[in-house]
């Protein structure tokens, strides 16, 4: 019986997840997003005729929406390290036998 392998700490922080400032980032987003702060039926202040919590909730949504691509865009990658290891090997014999 073999003992669990641990992943190396470069493979743990490589998954958003374990990003904690992610997370608050989220949960402020959809707090101040939803106006359970304000009292039923208010609509003042008004900008520019709109209720002032909708904008607030459309920031807050915009805020999320960003957050959550920048999360998966830059820091979730698909490919595990070894995958990615295997392909940059295999390209680099590759480009290494044509010249």
């Given at each position: 019986m073999?003992?669990?392998?641990?992943?190396?700490?470069?493979e743990a922080t490589?998954?958003?997840?374990?990003?904690?400032?992610?997370?608050?980032?989220?949960?402020?987003?959809?707090?101040?997003?939803?106006?359970?702060?304000?009292?039923?039926?208010?609509?003042?202040?008004?900008?520019?005729?709109?209720?002032?919590?909708?904008?607030?909730?459309g920031?807050a949504?915009?805020v999320?929406?960003?957050?959550?691509?920048?999360?998966?865009?830059r820091?979730?990658?698909?490919?595990?390290?070894?995958?990615?290891?295997?392909e940059?090997?295999?390209?680099?014999?590759?480009?290494?036998?044509?010249?």
């Amino acid at each position: 019986m073999s003992a669990p392998t641990r992943r190396p700490p470069d493979e743990a922080t490589r998954e958003p997840i374990r990003r904690p400032w992610l997370w608050v980032v989220i949960v402020l987003s959809v707090v101040v997003g939803v106006p359970l702060y304000l009292r039923e039926g208010t609509i003042d202040p008004l900008w520019f005729g709109v209720p002032f919590w909708l904008i607030i909730a459309g920031i807050a949504a915009v805020v999320l929406s960003a957050t959550v691509c920048l999360a998966c865009l830059r820091w979730w990658s698909v490919a595990e390290p070894r995958e990615t290891a295997a392909e940059a090997a295999d390209k680099s014999a590759t480009e290494g036998g044509e010249s």
